[in-house]
């Protein structure tokens, strides 16, 4: 039994492919750290441009109701704060891969939720306020997974 356990316990979640930008994908990611620091700074129609291009990276449409929902809140969040070119485009780049990755692992969606908590808290947000943007990177990633979790993976 003891052997039984400690085979359970090796078998973890494989990791999952983390999407890599393409030619066309540095234009996007640009567009959305500009879309960042145009929402920092309260610029006119930047809340929906962000939107748009979140919804515009959804690659099926059951994708893009999560992915507006994630551009509101992230809206709601970082309107007004401190956020810099470098975090701008970090953050981009992450929410690109959180609404383009169709395979992650959940220890991959809790790290990348950890690393958006980590870009909006230096950007001087307080931790509370962050949790509605990490809450919804765990539901935009369960709706565009297509990874099915294997038997050893429910102990």
Sequence with gaps: MLAFACSVAAC???????PAPG???SNDLGDLSKDLLNV???VKDSPQELTDDLVRFAQEKKVEPPAGELGRRVVDT?????????DAEKLGRTLWVII????LSDRQVKSMQGEVKAILVSAGIPEDRTNPVTDQVGVVQKTVTI??????EFF
Excluded: C, F, H, I
């Excluded at 970082?78 to 470098?86: D, E, F, I, N």
């Excluded at 990874?147 to 050893?152: E, L, N, S």
């Design 12 to 18: 973890r979640q494989p990791e999952g492919p983390m």
């Design 40 to 42: 920092t700074g309260r």
């Design 78 to 86: 970082v309107a007004g704060s401190k956020l810099t070119q470098p």
């Design 147 to 152: 990874r099915t979790k294997r038997w050893y």
């Design 100 to 103: 383009r990755a169709t395979e």
């Design 23 to 25: 030619q066309g994908s």
